[in-house]
Nanobody, 127 residues
Framework: QVQLVESGGGSVQAGGSLRISCEVS????????LGWFRQAPGKEREGVAT????????YYADSVKGRFTTARDNAENTVILQMNGLKPEDTATYYC????????????????????WGQGTQVTVAS
């Protein structure tokens, strides 16, 4: 059973920084894609960023480009989402998720492509 465990997040003032980690275990495929998603109360879940940990290919939504960075951590099975220049509109529950299949090149951005999900972690940005 694939397991994703998130840690980090929290509360910060606007302009501050937070980091979320996602530890992936027991994934059967090495070339999977990992996506970061967020969902604010009353809003649909939206994609924030994707990464193929094996190759490092990344994608960022326009709303976070230049402020958020996702990368594989020193631990081989951990990916981080570094969030700088946070804004109140970034307030949401953040989730990491992985595809089941392996991908070469660009990772999918559509939510249904992501099969395994973390438990979510809250990010709150005060104005």
């Amino acid at each position: 059973q694939v397991q994703l465990v998130e840690s980090g997040g929290g509360s910060v003032q606007a302009g501050g920084s937070l980091r979320i980690s996602c530890e992936v275990s027991r994934h059967p495929n090495s070339g999977y894609c990992l996506g970061w998603f967020r969902q604010a109360p009353g809003k649909e879940r939206e994609g924030v960023a994707t990464i193929r940990p094996e190759g490092g290919n990344t994608y960022y939504a326009d709303s976070v480009k230049g402020r958020f960075t996702t990368a594989r951590d020193n631990a081989e099975n951990t990916v981080i989402l570094q969030m700088n220049g946070l804004k109140p509109e970034d307030t949401a529950t953040y989730y990491c998720a992985t595809t089941h299949a392996s991908f070469l090149g660009v990772c999918p951005t559509a939510t249904p492509a992501y099969i395994y999900w973390g438990q979510g972690t809250q990010v709150t940005v005060a104005s």
